[in-house]
């Protein structure tokens, strides 16, 4: 079973705080994807990579930055945190042999914003 | 652009009634890729289902769905809700454009009560 890990699991933080939340994968999956997670709203692509050093713009990019440095690990930064980036965010990858089979997901940062 | 519908946002259901989740979608494109992933409280959320063949019934882990590309739906069905059906239903579409992204629906809350 794939394995993809989140850390941390809980974060607080302070409007204008500086946050790192981070995704490894031990999959071999070219495919890492960030996506966060609000009632009414599901799930929303902030950010996805194709492999280390890639990035692409998801649907809602707009104060995120992500970086992906190697094949496994890819990070989602928060350089001025907003209360509406208040959110559970989700890491998750897939086999670029085949898109369109499975996003394997971790477990997930609940990040509050005050 | 391609878009994934789910009109109910909470569903709830007394337990041994059938359960029917609703999920729509909007592509120009023949060959689309549908899926139905689901999130239990403090898991991941996972893949249940997913179908590319027009009018072929798929099922697993007790809940079953059909691809009509006909009227565009991709409805969840189980004859029998139980307790543990209580979660977040998400239906997805493969992006046509960019291979390996998925549009994901708002999410339907499942709630099984006794």
């Known amino acids: 079973e794939a394995a993809v890990t989140q850390s941390p699991r809980n974060k607080v933080t302070v409007t204008g705080g500086n946050v790192t939340l981070s995704c490894r994968q031990t999959n071999s999956h070219n495919y890492m994807y960030w996506y966060r997670q609000d009632t009414g709203h599901g799930l929303r692509l902030i950010h996805y990579?194709?492999?280390?050093?890639?990035?692409q713009i998801g649907d809602v990019p707009d104060g995120y930055k992500a970086t992906r440095t190697t094949q496994e690990d890819f990070f989602l930064l928060l350089e001025l945190a907003s209360p509406s980036q208040t959110s559970l965010y989700f890491c998750a990858s897939s086999d670029a042999q085949c898109p369109n089979e499975r996003l394997f997901f971790g477990h997930g940062t609940k990040l509050s914003v005050l | 652009g391609d878009s994934v519908t789910q009109k109910e946002g909470l569903v709830t259901l007394t337990e041994g009634l059938p359960v029917m989740l609703n999920c729509t979608y909007q592509?120009?494109?023949?060959?689309?890729?549908l899926f139905w992933y689901v999130h239990y409280l403090n898991e991941s959320p996972r893949l249940l289902l997913k179908s590319s063949t027009d009018n072929k019934r798929t099922e697993h882990q007790g809940f079953h769905a059909t691809l009509h590309k006909s009227s565009s739906s991709f409805h969840l069905q189980k004859s029998s809700a139980q307790l543990s059906d209580s979660a977040l239903y998400y239906c997805a579409l493969s992006d046509h454009y960019n291979q390996g992204k998925l549009i994901f629906g708002q999410g339907t809350k499942l709630s099984i009560k006794p």
């Open positions: 592509t120009i494109y023949s060959n689309a890729f």
């Open positions: 990579s194709y492999g280390a050093g890639n990035l």
